[in-house]
């Protein structure tokens, strides 16, 4: 493997540490407003670049021997590379909100962006890891930067609080997932996924089943699935709204992604002691997290208990352990980003007439009558978020439930659905405060015309209209499921 | 005709007038959505008259392979182009009956009403099972709307139960499809329909399905959704409810219920049979004491409906037809009852049966319209109402004579709270000043009664036009059904089986000649 190649393959990886180190040069001598906002579209359209450097590996179905970097620590797989451009879309839609925020109390510093582009790197690295060190490094450098992003407004004590829990908190899951990595290594005497593989077949002894658990924990707290999911809705509450677009979208994908790549791969041939919690963690997911956003009057925490019951349902493709699921999780994970980067940017677009953001859901009621787009953009992200037909959340819990029943989990899938009622009733409530409710005239402000954009192509592609992708997903899905368990 | 796609055309043009009302004002928004309904109408009527009866099974069959997992795939067989028929004469009339009503938020009204046909048609005619499911959710987002911006009082209350109660009960249908096409290999309905999966699989999937269909149709006792939803639903909103989306579950069990799983519709058989007996009893008697005329013509419809559903149980084709032409002639109706009601809820703002009286005296044409959907309602002779319940009871008769004088009772039990509601608003004392001075039908409320009666008395004078399109149909579902046909209780001792059958036939068409 010479070094041209190994190059070649980690292309959007080399490009995202020099340009974010030459971003910080620069964000080093420009402190103005214009030069932070310079440094934002700089950082988005190095984002462009890597996308458009990582989209053959998805089109070609990369897999195998030929993906692998640096003597395998590193692999670009179609897989990796799917994940890889939802979490570039997702850093994108993050960058592009963040000035018309910040601008209003003249917080936005160039850092914003250079942090966005390490994490995204860090992101990168976990999509694409082959073994648990390149797991720790990508883990460590992404959560590094989501946890100043989290504390970027200095002087709001709520944004300084969700950087501490998230940090304290962070660690100690990074502990946790360390702990059960160096068990694993004890007991599979390697440290990488195939080698694990190898050696953790047929009967697993209890050490191992503990390294096993604790790095599935580990996880758990990165994807805030429950039990793990307390720092949440505080962390979401906190953090500035165009940082809770970030981590609500990008480091979920990721997880994600890396959660799929070590259960299948390093535990791939220990289905059977996996499986049980991950379907725990999907069904607690689903249901605490709607129980949990019924007494919410914080859209900020609404969507963060939302987003903890969308994670069940991404488990459950986990859960199926077959291409198929996995391949569903890919294609709900796409769809979520969607519905969760326009829910946030609705969120970022309710302002009042001083530009003052709200985010108690008794200001925006009555909204429907002077914000009519903005209301039906909101609501229809909130019925599919729902998973009611024929928006294009639907879809992804269809799939979802489809691999199940084809892997003859039936139950799973019905006790899933049906859980799935629960959630209705609050993604309703917020419906019937935006459309029956009397208007309380708060939410009036202006939103920016990016924004608006941003929204309208979220809308598009939750709409009906996102049906006409379902082609196009499913067929770049199961090329990426396959390019991961058959290697 | 051939190659024009004309049941896309009818699913389009609502979708693109419901867009078009969200961009304009009142008064234009009012006339686009008049226009493309009548359009519609229009279609509807081409598509009837293309119709061949007695030619091939599914008609103006279109498929576009769009989506990954499902197809979009319409066409239509005779039972889907009488409900269709059914969806786009109504709506019109929606739309009029909305006319001077809704004065607020008058475009998302209309949008609401346009994407509801877009989504009822779609359910008719879908020939892709998840198509068809798609298009039955969908229609909770517009419905939900309805209630709950343009509803009465509690309507909020009502606008959740609505939604969460029909959501609930069809989740698990989603499972049992997904579950049938991985087992059968295709998700196109004609094939399914006739694809026999084994029995014992058959009951779990027969009670998935009926968990939707039972709540949507509605049976007793998960009807309570029902006169919550249309009491605090505007007047459209309730004919629209009762008129076709009601059909709907009962369009479940004749299209998915009864030939996907005949084995275990006939194992269930007796459960239905217990549901609708005590549903027809029940319901009529909580009809009976009633104080608000919305809620009266609720109790009723979940009476009539479990007249569709003794007929559909009944597998024979007597049973099958009735229970069609029930659907069809309580879609009109009880339409036509909330029009009514909506007419002079309109001029006193007030439901209450007591602040009426004597109307016949100061709204003489009022009153006669009324009385001939009361007529209609509880199954008169020579009106709609008759010819299904006849033959529905008919064909109950030939599987169980207990089920059969139960629901007949029913039939005494709906002329006694017809009546006496027909003789406390329209008939007595004018006991109220203002009740008084109501002045009778305008232009407008003519034309939105005067078409549904004509209909009520062409099906009930002769009901062969709207049978005979679904004749084929019947007699298909039923010879899928014969293998699992229950053997009736009424053990025929005549020596000549001949004869017996001779009295069914003349049973059959009874109503028909």
């Known amino acids: 493997m010479d070094f041209v190649q190994s190059f070649r393959l980690t292309a959007p990886e080399v490009l995202f540490s020099l340009s974010g180190l030459v971003l910080l040069l620069g964000a080093a001598w420009s402190r103005s407003d214009a030069g932070a906002r310079i440094i934002t579209w700089l950082a988005v359209a190095v984002l462009a670049v890597a996308a458009a450097l990582t989209a053959p590996t998805l089109l070609s179905g990369a897999k195998g021997p ?22 570039f879309a997702a850093a994108g839609a993050s960058l592009i909100v963040a000035p018309a925020f910040f601008q209003r109390t003249r917080d936005y510093r160039p850092e914003y962006p250079v942090l966005v582009l390490f994490a995204v790197l860090g992101m990168c690295l976990m999509v694409s890891s082959t073994n648990l060190l390149t797991l720790y490094i990508g883990l460590e450098l992404n959560s590094l930067a989501a946890y100043v992003l989290a504390a970027f407004l200095r002087n709001d004590d709520r944004s300084a609080e969700a950087g501490l829990k998230y940090f304290v908190l962070g660690s100690l899951a990074s502990g946790i997932l360390l702990f059960g990595t160096s068990l694993t290594y004890g007991f599979a005497g390697t440290i990488d996924y195939a080698g694990i593989a190898n050696a953790l077949t047929g009967k697993i002894s209890t050490g191992a089943v503990f390294g096993l658990v604790f790095v599935f924990a580990g996880l758990a707290f990165k994807i805030s699935a429950v039990p793990f999911h307390m720092w949440t809705p505080d962390v979401y509450e906190g953090a500035p709204t165009p940082v809770t677009t970030f981590f609500a979208s990008a480091p979920k994908v990721a ?157 799973l899938a019905a006790i899933g659905i049906a859980a799935s009622v629960i959630g209705a009733f609050y993604y309703l409530k917020v419906v019937k405060v935006m459309y029956f409710d009397e208007p309380a005239m708060k939410a009036t402000g202006k939103s920016d015309w990016m924004h608006q954009a941003l929204l309208a192509i979220c809308a598009l592609a939750i709409s009906p209209a996102g049906y006409l992708l379902t082609k196009c997903l499913d067929g770049l899905s199961l090329a990426a499921a396959a390019s991961l368990i058959t290697p | 005709m051939a190659g024009f796609p004309i049941l896309s055309v009818m699913l389009l043009v609502p979708l693109l007038a419901a867009v078009a009302c969200l961009l304009v004002e009142a008064r234009a928004a009012r006339w ?30 279109e498929r576009a392979s769009l989506f990954a997992g499902f197809e979009w795939k319409l066409g239509i067989d005779g039972i889907a182009l009488m409900l269709i028929m059914l969806s786009v004469f109504l709506m019109p009339i929606c739309i009029g009956a909305s006319w001077e009503a809704i004065e607020k938020r008058v475009g998302e009204y209309m949008a609401a009403f346009l994407l ?67 087992e059968a290999g295709t998700t196109d309905i004609p094939t399914l329909m006739a694809y026999d999966f084994d029995p014992k699989v058959q009951t779990w999937l027969w009670l998935a399905f009926f968990a939707s269909f039972a709540v949507k149709m509605p049976m007793w006792p998960v009807h309570t959704w029902l006169p919550d939803a249309h009491v605090q639903a505007p007047t459209a909103g309730s004919v629209i ?67 569709v559903t003794i007929g559909l149980f009944a597998f024979n084709p007597q049973g099958l ?176 089986p001949k004869a017996a059958t001779a009295t069914e036939e003349h049973a059959a068409h009874g109503g028909a000649h």
């Open chain 1, 66 to 87: 030929a993906t692998l970097a640096f003597s395998g620590l590193f692999a670009a797989t179609a897989f990796a590379a799917l994940a890889k451009l939802l979490i």
């Open chain 2, 321 to 496: 037809e009735g229970a069609m032409i029930v659907m069809l002639s309580h879609g009109l109706v009880s339409g036509a009852l909330f029009l009514c009601v909506g007419v002079i809820y309109d001029r006193l703002h007030t439901r209450e049966i007591d602040r009426y009286g004597g109307l016949s005296i100061n709204m003489p044409y009022y009153a006669l319209f009324f009385l001939l959907f009361t007529m209609a309602s509880i199954g008169l002779p020579g009106t709609s109402g008759f010819v299904g319940e006849f033959l529905s009871l008919a064909g109950i008769y030939q599987v169980s004579s207990w089920v059969a004088f139960v629901c007949t009772t029913g039939i005494i039990l709906g002329a006694a709270y017809m009546l006496y509601l027909y003789r406390r608003v329209a008939f007595g004392d004018q006991k109220n000043a203002d009740a008084a001075a109501m002045p009778d039908l305008d232009k407008r409320e003519w034309f939105l009664l005067a078409p549904i009666a004509a209909v009520v008395m062409w099906m009930g004078v002769y009901p062969e036009s709207f049978m005979a399109p679904m004749r084929a149909d019947i007699a298909a579902l039923d010879a899928r059904l014969a293998r699992a046909k229950p053997e009736g209780d009424a053990q025929l001792t005549a020596p000549k």
């Open chain 2, 241 to 307: 409810l009762a008129g076709v989306l009601l059909k709907m579950g009962g369009y479940g069990f004749i299209r998915f219920s009864l030939p996907m799983f005949p084995e275990a519709s006939a194992q269930f058989a007796p459960l239905v049979f217990a549901l609708s007996m005590i549903a027809v009893v029940v319901t009529s008697l909580i009809a009976l004491v009633q104080h608000d005329m919305k809620k009266l013509i609720a109790y009723s419809s979940v009476a009539h409906m479990a007249i």
């Open chain 1, 255 to 411: 997880a994600l992604a890396l959660t799929v790549i070590v259960a299948m791969t390093a535990f791939g041939n220990q289905v059977a002691a996996w499986q049980p919690i991950v379907i725990f963690a999907a069904l607690a997911s689903i249901v605490v997290g709607a129980l949990g956003a019924i007494g919410q009057t914080n859209l900020k925490r609404l969507l963060a208990y939302s987003s903890i019951n969308n994670v069940g349902f991404l488990l459950i493709g986990l859960a199926v352990a077959t291409p198929k699921g996995v391949a569903a999780l890919l294609i709900y994970l796409a769809i979520y980003v969607a519905m969760t980067i326009g829910g946030f940017v609705a969120l970022l677009m309710f302002k009042d007439a001083d530009g003052e953001p709200v985010e108690d859901l008794s200001d925006i009621a009555g909204i429907s009558r002077h914000r009519k787009v903005l209301a039906a953009c909101f609501a229809m992200i909130m019925f599919s978020l729902a998973g009611i037909p024929p928006l294009f959340g639907f879809w992804g819990k269809f799939v979802v439930f489809q691999a199940a029943v084809e892997a003859d989990m039936i139950a």
């Open chain 2, 32 to 61: 686009t959505a008049l226009i493309a309904t009548l359009v519609n109408l229009g279609l509807g009527l081409v598509l009837w008259a293309n119709y061949d009866v007695g030619g091939a099974q599914w008609q103006f069959v």
């Open chain 2, 116 to 182: 509801m046909e877009t989504l009822m048609i779609g359910v008719f005619a879908a020939q892709d099972i998840f198509l068809f499911y798609i298009m039955f959710e969908a229609g909770l987002i517009p419905m939900y709307l309805i209630i709950g911006i343009w509803g009465g009082q509690d309507r909020i209350y009502a606008s959740y139960k609505f939604f969460l109660y029909t959501l609930l009960g069809s989740v698990l249908m989603l499972i049992a499809m997904l579950w049938m096409v991985n």
